[in-house]
């Protein structure tokens, strides 16, 4: 091995990700039921341009091209969600085996092809029929997901080994019931608070059902999106901002699954409002065989008295490279990985989100030259070997994602895939980084320099 040729571990689970609402489409077919994100981007404003993921990459209809593209890039494995309200169109009730058809047809053909498959329960697409109930704030909403898991446990389990709760649980207790840019589209702290203790409730009865489902042993873990917080300056008030803001994004989270316990600094900014029960804790804290780590960014925190509780707010830092959305900080990703291992030991590590947005075009040669995020992925997994060579136990990783598709308020102004989508026509074109990403994969180790 030479100094520019990182090799990985053997049995490396190199992967991709999408989300169901993101790429499937077919909103209003073979049974499916409303989700909160139909709603939500129907109400004028909400969504860029005011598009919605009607269509999206029209995965429903295309997922054996797809599948056939994930075997042509060498991917061992493959993240998706499946859509609750594809399953069970009013949150519980009724199964729609049509719904469930789809996804026992897309495990078996992944399998055919060598790829495993990584179902997430839950990628924010809530059943509509639920959130007239009162959603995420109310906890019967958690025994119905505990209940959704369980079917879909008992149909899938005797072929899916890996399974993810939820996905990114504080986008969709604070963006959708805090500052509203998510569906539901809520701003009330209190409904954030009581989304965030039932969501979490739901992630340890989704274990449990999972387990009781499935018939075998299977490996169930959890995917939160987690970032390393600078403070903006050495000033006290900074440093004492960023360990709160570190709380709510960070601590919030990883304390109550891996440790079964609350931060005590974030009871005493909240009180009572986010603080879960004890009986709720051991609940959520059941063991889990996997952490997911979703990474894009740092977050650097200066001292904000305008904002309420946590009075801290995020700045961009001058003379850093930006992606189309975030700042592009590949030593956030090695810093966050030791730390969650140093602080937790989690009995494995997967990095289940890492990618970038940038202008894709479409060339005239047919291809798309996106270097750019060649480089970012490249320079990430070398931050992932540094972490994997210090002993840190990261066993995968999945680029965020693998086509280009509906990127939720952002509409389909972000492309983050290795395909690129033409959305007039739907065709998929293969970029130079699904290119790259295909020889690593091919070699277990990263190719000598951004080239193809």
């Given at each position: 091995?030479?100094?520019?040729?990182?090799?990985?571990?053997?049995g490396?689970?190199?992967?991709?990700?999408?989300?169901?609402?993101?790429i499937?489409?077919?909103?209003?077919?073979?049974?499916?039921?409303?989700s909160?994100?139909?709603?939500f981007?129907?109400?004028?404003?909400k969504?860029?341009?005011?598009?919605s993921?009607?269509i999206?990459?029209?995965?429903?209809?295309?997922?054996k091209?797809?599948?056939?593209l994930?075997?042509e890039?060498?991917?061992?494995?493959?993240?998706?969600?499946?859509a609750?309200?594809r399953?069970?169109?009013?949150?519980?009730?009724p199964?729609n085996v049509?719904?469930l058809?789809f996804?026992?047809?897309?495990?078996?053909?992944?399998?055919?092809?060598?790829?495993?498959?990584?179902?997430?329960?839950f990628?924010?697409?809530l059943?509509?029929?639920l959130?007239?109930k009162?959603g995420w704030t109310?906890?019967?909403?958690?025994?119905?997901?505990?209940?959704?898991?369980?079917i879909v446990?008992k149909r899938l389990?005797?072929?899916?080994?890996?399974?993810?709760?939820?996905?990114?649980?504080?986008?969709?207790?604070l963006?959708g019931?805090?500052t509203?840019?998510h569906?539901p589209?809520?701003?009330?702290?209190?409904?954030?608070?009581w989304?965030?203790?039932?969501?979490?409730?739901?992630?340890?009865?989704a274990?449990?059902?999972l387990?009781?489902?499935?018939?075998?042993?299977?490996?169930?873990g959890?995917?939160?999106?987690?970032?390393p917080?600078?403070?903006?300056?050495d000033?006290p008030q900074?440093?004492?901002?960023?360990?709160?803001?570190?709380?709510?994004?960070n601590r919030?989270f990883?304390?109550?699954?891996?440790?079964?316990?609350?931060p005590?600094?974030i009871e005493?900014?909240?009180?009572?409002l986010?603080?879960?029960?004890q009986?709720?804790?051991?609940?959520?804290?059941?063991?889990i065989?996997?952490?997911?780590?979703?990474?894009?960014?740092?977050?650097v925190?200066?001292h904000?008295p305008?904002?309420?509780?946590?009075q801290a707010?995020e700045?961009r830092?001058?003379g850093?490279?930006?992606?189309?959305m975030?700042?592009?900080?590949?030593p956030?990703?090695?810093e966050?990985?030791?730390r969650?291992?140093?602080?937790?030991k989690?009995?494995?590590i997967?990095?289940?989100?890492?990618g970038?947005?940038?202008p894709?075009v479409l060339e005239?040669?047919?291809?798309?030259?996106d270097?750019?995020?060649?480089?970012?992925?490249?320079?990430?997994?070398?931050?992932?070997?540094?972490?994997?060579?210090?002993?840190?136990?990261?066993?995968?990783y999945?680029?965020?994602?693998?086509?280009?598709?509906?990127e939720w308020?952002?509409?389909?102004?972000?492309?983050?895939?290795?395909?690129?989508?033409d959305?007039?026509?739907?065709a998929?074109?293969?970029?130079?980084?699904?290119?790259?990403?295909?020889?690593?994969?091919?070699?277990?180790?990263?190719?000598?320099n951004?080239?193809?």
């Amino acid at each position: 091995m030479t100094a520019d040729r990182l090799c990985f571990p053997e049995g490396f689970i190199w992967g991709t990700a999408t989300s169901a609402y993101q790429i499937e489409g077919a909103w209003n077919e073979d049974g499916r039921g409303l989700s909160i994100w139909d709603t939500f981007c129907r109400q004028p404003g909400k969504i860029w341009q005011n598009q919605s993921g009607d269509i999206a990459a029209d995965h429903y209809h295309r997922w054996k091209e797809d599948v056939g593209l994930m075997a042509e890039l060498g991917l061992k494995a493959y993240r998706f969600s499946i859509a609750w309200p594809r399953v069970l169109p009013q949150g519980s009730g009724p199964v729609n085996v049509a719904g469930l058809d789809f996804y026992d047809r897309l495990v078996d053909a992944l399998l055919e092809k060598g790829i495993t498959p990584f179902p997430t329960l839950f990628h924010w697409d809530l059943p509509q029929a639920l959130q007239d109930k009162g959603g995420w704030t109310k906890r019967e909403t958690a025994e119905r997901f505990a209940e959704y898991a369980g079917i879909v446990g008992k149909r899938l389990g005797d072929r899916v080994t890996y399974w993810i709760t939820h996905n990114e649980p504080a986008v969709a207790a604070l963006e959708g019931h805090y500052t509203g840019q998510h569906a539901p589209g809520i701003k009330n702290p209190l409904s954030a608070a009581w989304a965030y203790r039932h969501l979490m409730l739901s992630h340890g009865l989704a274990v449990q059902a999972l387990r009781a489902s499935a018939g075998r042993p299977i490996q169930v873990g959890i995917t939160l999106n987690l970032s390393p917080v600078h403070p903006a300056s050495d000033a006290p008030q900074d440093v004492k901002a960023a360990r709160r803001y570190d709380g709510l994004l960070n601590r919030m989270f990883l304390d109550p699954v891996l440790r079964g316990t609350f931060p005590r600094d974030i009871e005493k900014i909240f009180g009572l409002l986010f603080k879960v029960n004890q009986e709720d804790l051991r609940t959520i804290a059941t063991p889990i065989d996997f952490l997911g780590v979703n990474y894009y960014t740092r977050s650097v925190v200066r001292h904000d008295p305008n904002v309420p509780f946590i009075q801290a707010s995020e700045i961009r830092p001058e003379g850093s490279e930006y992606s189309e959305m975030w700042e592009i900080y590949p030593p956030g990703i090695y810093e966050l990985l030791t730390r969650i291992w140093t602080d937790y030991k989690p009995a494995n590590i997967l990095v289940t989100e890492n990618g970038v947005p940038v202008p894709d075009v479409l060339e005239p040669d047919g291809r798309v030259h996106d270097v750019r995020r060649i480089a970012y992925l490249r320079d990430h997994l070398i931050q992932v070997h540094r972490a994997i060579s210090e002993g840190v136990p990261v066993r995968g990783y999945f680029v965020w994602s693998l086509l280009d598709n509906f990127e939720w308020a952002l509409g389909y102004r972000m492309r983050f895939g290795l395909v690129y989508v033409d959305y007039d026509t739907l065709a998929r074109t293969v970029k130079d980084s699904g290119r790259w990403y295909a020889r690593a994969i091919q070699e277990n180790a990263l190719p000598p320099n951004a080239t193809i």
